[in-house]
């Protein structure tokens, strides 16, 4: 069973920084791909970034590009979404999700994702 953890959501005025991460555990983590989703209020949940754990080849959303950087630390388990530039409408719970399954494609839509963190909440006030 794999178990994904996520931390270093808070407040942060827009025009400023956050450095997601997400810590995943279980007896033999090798996944295919890490990808970051967010769900703000009454919206559904949207792919944000996805990185390949095999190669580190990466994919971003329209909305984040040039803004977020995706990365991952594959001795540590480890899997980052540093944000800069932020804007309120990036307020959203943000989640990180892994996929087991061999792909040829990114993996940007969530119902190809079988193991999902509990989600940390980022608020951008203007």
């Known amino acids: 069973q794999v178990q994904l953890v996520e931390s270093g959501g808070g407040l942060v005025q827009a025009g400023g920084s956050l450095r997601l991460s997400c810590a995943a555990s279980?007896?033999?983590?090798?996944?295919?791909?890490m990808g970051w989703f967010r769900q703000g209020p009454g919206k559904e949940r949207e792919f944000v970034a996805v990185v390949k754990w095999s190669g580190g080849s990466t994919f971003y959303a329209d909305s984040v590009k040039g803004r977020f950087t995706i990365s991952r630390d594959n001795a540590k388990n480890m899997v980052y979404l540093q944000m800069n530039s932020l804007k309120p409408e990036d307020t959203a719970v943000y989640y990180c999700a892994a996929d087991s399954r061999q792909r040829f494609l990114f993996q940007r839509s969530p119902l190809l994702y079988d193991y999902w963190g509990q989600g940390t909440q980022v608020t951008v006030s203007s």
């Open positions: 279980g007896r033999t983590f090798s996944p295919d791909a």
